[in-house]
């Protein structure tokens, strides 16, 4: 791949990114200080970039917690700090849901319950059901991601097994006012999706929790089972989405000279099938379309490699497409896709030169292939979370 292309490709992928950053979006909604106290309460792969936003422009008293994932805490002047496992929970992630209910609990009617939520907090903050261990948690977690089980149905089960999650957190910050601003991670928008809903009321129910694992052939937990909360009070508002990430890469890609595309805001299902679907509308294309989607794609795991949905979803890609004009970068846009640090994965007609695609595929090992072509993506920490972003440029 051309340096020339890889430069146009990460430029199209930061403008979605950038769209999205707490420090674009998190102001206009903020409110005037209340007369009594701020509790901010910040769960999430972008808890202290969005905590720190609100830090910057708040004029009142202001305490509170921020809950990130191991490895990208940084340090707030007024919020304090705390890591936990993502993405799947650990003791950390129980203590941060025991202290985030503690906080909210604490709250008076005077006081302002400013809970920031993004992408990740399901993990971040964990609080098993009554009699449910963290290792029964883990283990239902764990299958239900390696099953390929979308995330509404992920988040269904962790709602009905929880102490913390669907509704849970607004009922302890009674008689408080609350306000969530959310920057959603989740296909369709679907607030109690977005960190299972904990200041939500939650639509589902226990029996179709019960029944997404039996669909999967998962284990049901004996213990641990109970209602999420039906009515909540406070106000909710989504401030950054999918959405805003592809159509501010569309608009740089025109800047770009390229006719960009939109192939779907909210693409979903298993990415090597997706991939393909996508190479046929490339194939299509004329010379100078830039293809872009969304959504979040899932991996059915059978084979033991390193990877992740955006990177399998490149090799499926290319292999799709192998000889033929095209690049591509597909990326999850909070830097982090699946296992490994790399965010995504770049392709091109010639990224199946050498063998070992097929392997690399049957054995969920998309990771290991790219980075032995220096073709994976890398960003870190990105300060947001909005779902995955793909492109594919038509031409050279």
């Known amino acids: 791949m051309s340096e020339a292309a890889r430069q146009h490709l990460e430029a199209i992928f930061r403008a979605g990114v950038e769209a999205c950053l707490p420090e674009r979006v998190l102001a206009p909604h903020l409110p005037p200080p209340p007369a009594g106290r ?11 970039p969005m905590a720190r936003r609100v830090e910057e422009d708040w004029d009142g008293p202001l305490s509170g917690l921020a809950v990130t994932r191991h490895g990208a805490a940084e340090p707030l002047s007024r919020i304090e700090v705390m890591t936990a496992g993502h993405p799947v929970p650990d003791e950390a992630s129980v203590a941060a849901a025991e ?32 009699g449910l261990s963290l290792g029964d948690k883990r283990r239902v977690t764990t299958a239900l991601l390696r099953s390929g089980a979308a995330i509404s149905e992920i988040n269904c089960v962790r709602r009905h097994l929880s102490r913390f ?6 009922e302890a910050a009674r008689p408080a006012r609350l306000l969530t601003l ?8 679907r607030p109690e999706d977005i960190g299972s809903g904990p200041t939500l009321a939650d639509p589902t129910s226990i029996g179709e929790a019960r029944s997404i694992l039996r669909r999967y052939g998962i284990e049901e937990p004996v213990r641990g089972w109970s209602e999420s ?19 501010a890469a569309a608009a740089r890609a025109a800047e770009l000279g390229y006719r960009p595309r939109m192939i779907g805001y909210d693409c979903t299902g298993e990415a090597r099938h997706v991939a393909q679907e ?24 059978r084979g033991e490699g ?9 090799l499926s890609l290319a292999s799709a497409m192998e000889g033929k004009d095209f690049t591509a970068l ?33 054995n969920n090992d998309s990771g290991r292939f790219f980075a032995e072509r220096d073709a994976l993506f890398v960003t870190g920490p990105t300060g947001t979370n909005v779902n995955d972003l793909r492109i594919i440029l038509v031409g050279s």
Request: aromatic fraction near 2%; glycine fraction near 16%.
């Open 99 to 130: 202290r985030l209910l503690a906080l909210a609990e604490s709250a008076e009617p005077d006081d302002l319950v400013l809970v920031l939520l993004s992408g990740g907090a399901s993990a971040l903050a964990s609080l098993p059901g009554e």
């Open 38 to 48: 701020t509790l901010l309460l910040a769960l999430g792969k972008a808890a202290v």
């Open 330 to 362: 597909a990326a999850d846009t909070d830097g982090i896709d699946g296992s490994g640090d790399a965010a995504g994965a770049f392709a091109d007609g010639a990224t199946l030169s050498g063998g070992g695609a097929e392997e690399a595929l049957a």
């Open 306 to 314: 390193t990877g992740g949905p955006n990177q399998e979803y490149a």
């Open 182 to 189: 959310a920057i959603s991670d989740v296909v369709g928008d």
């Open 229 to 247: 909360v039906k009515e909540v009070a406070g106000d909710y508002r989504i401030v950054a989405s999918g959405r805003d990430a592809v159509d």
């Open 165 to 170: 999650k669907g509704g849970r957190l607004a």
């Open 278 to 301: 996508h190479a046929r509308l490339a194939l299509a294309a004329p010379a100078g379309t830039a293809l872009i989607s969304g959504g979040e794609l899932t991996v059915t795991i």
